[in-house]
């Protein structure tokens, strides 16, 4: 009998107390904007997690003003949304990138672990830190002094595709794989250029820290679930290979990004986190922008040959031997015009990025105070803000048709991003990608080569020829690679 009251008084606690949480306290005492329906005591709203896009679309047209609150386990959301939302969202001082991402991203393992060191450091220490290492990276007399490397990397990828005996490439491998080296030259070391063993370990396990972010090692960061196990894995062989390469630099100094970050009095593990910091920020974004760009120039005749025109012209402007393969002319061309004289190229890119980059950007309110909305509505102190994308880059006020991949979009005179904040794929506001510069850089080298070498078109893995490019799976959390299977077939250029 006694059991029963027991078990009874138990389960009517647990009711009341979940009851109360859900009710009062997880809601808060500020005035946030309306919950969406199916937030879940202890899980909060499951759709942010299983289809985001559709998610974000459905809440904001439920909400009166647009915006709306929701919880990811026991972190409080906001999502703002229109151009008020966005000007609060990515101008205000409280709210911060690090701790937002820190939280809410879920995917950088504690590399500490395998280091003896006692460090305790906060998301803004570790982010000040990277980023005045990235500073030193990207400044543009240290990017120039890599471009010969860069260049060479380029070339060699181009001669893979090329003796590559089945004449088809899937971008979103060989391309991508580029992408990274050209990472690794900016900022990473020289062994891993080298030895393609190490390359492709590093590779490797940054996809498996990837796959290991979610929901949950976002609500549940400590318990050793499956993905937190993987992450801690990846972070473990990333941090065995780095350290490998840290204990040969006693005998040997090189001239390269790590030796510079030893040299800061960097440890290995703070070498580990750089690395990681840099392969989520720069790889995936560039990786799959520049693949998903060259399958929508084989399926635009246009765009090809307005684009492939401008190789030649600025080849031709260059070239020793106008008359030598064109590929060979782009060998003359300098580290400025690469920069500066791909036009119709940076269009091409700057459409697949609107497209591509349809995720969901974090910030936490940091400050004592409530964040104001403008409309009585606040983002409360600790709480999270979101911003989605999709929100500017599918908006067809904007953007007419804006699921169509369309580079005349950017053309001189008829940019569609001059309204407040309508392009957000470089980010905006206090946080403007840093790799911009870089990025930009290295999409114009591979595109310029690869247009210089091949003609090419798209197929499935059947061999049949494809008009269209790869389906963008909007819910996605970040840029990712197609469900579908997209080579691109190639055929070396004469001249
Ligand atoms: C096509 C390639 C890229 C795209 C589309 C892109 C996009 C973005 C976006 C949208 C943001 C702002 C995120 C936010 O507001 O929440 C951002 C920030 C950032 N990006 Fe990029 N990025 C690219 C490449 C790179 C590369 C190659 C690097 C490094 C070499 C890089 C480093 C950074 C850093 C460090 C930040 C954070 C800035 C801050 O905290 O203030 N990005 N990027």
Partial sequence: MSTLLVTTTSLAALIIYVLVHTLY??????????????????????????????????????????????HAGSNLLVCVTGEKGRRVFYDSRELR???????????????????????REDARSTHQRFMRHLQHFIKIDYIRSRF??????????????????????????????????????????DEMAKD?????????????????????????????????????????????????IVKQRSKQRLDDPIQYLLDEGERSY????????????????SGINAAYTMCCLASSPEWLAKARQEVRLVAGKYAKDPNGPLYRQLDDVPFNAFETDFPAVGACLKDSIRLNQMMAQFRRNCSRHAIKLGNGEVIPPGAFATYHVGDAHMDPDIY???????????SPGVEQDK???????????????????????EQNLITAYFLAYFDFH???????KLAEPPEIDYNQHGPGRPKTKHFLKVTPLEK
């Fill in 25 to 70: 306290i997880r809601k808060g005492l500020h005035k946030t904007p309306q919950f969406v329906r199916g937030n879940y005591p202890i899980l909060g709203a499951v759709g942010f997690w299983t289809r985001r896009w559709d998610f974000f679309k459905e809440a904001r047209s439920f909400s009166k003003s647009g915006n709306f609150s929701f």
């Fill in 97 to 119: 990138l690090e701790e937002g991402y820190s939280v809410l991203f879920g995917q950088i393992p504690d590399t500490k672990l395998n280091d003896d060191a006692d460090l």
């Fill in 148 to 189: 010969p490397l860069m260049r060479a990397e380029v070339r060699a990828g181009m001669e893979a595709i090329k003796n590559d005996p089945r004449g088809v490439t899937d971008p979103f491998d060989s391309i991508y794989r580029l992408i990274f080296m050209l990472l690794i030259h900016l900022a990473g070391g």
């Fill in 196 to 244: 393609h063993n190490i390359a492709d370990e590093i590779l490797y396990y940054f996809a498996m820290l990837d796959e290991s972010a979610g929901a949950t090692t976002v609500m549940f960061p400590r318990t050793p679930s499956w993905p937190f196990l993987k992450r801690t894995y990846a972070g473990f062989r990333l941090y065995t290979v780095v350290d490998n």
């Fill in 270 to 285: 703070k070498i580990v986190e750089f690395l990681i910091g840099i392969l989520f920020a720069g790889l995936l974004n």
């Fill in 400 to 410: 007419p048709e804006p699921e169509k991949w369309d580079p005349s979009r950017w």
């Fill in 419 to 441: 309204k407040g904040y309508a392009f957000v794929g470089w980010g905006c506001g206090k946080h403007p990608c840093m790799g911009m510069r870089f990025a930009k850089l």
């Fill in 458 to 464: 798209l197929e499935d893995e059947h061999g049949s």
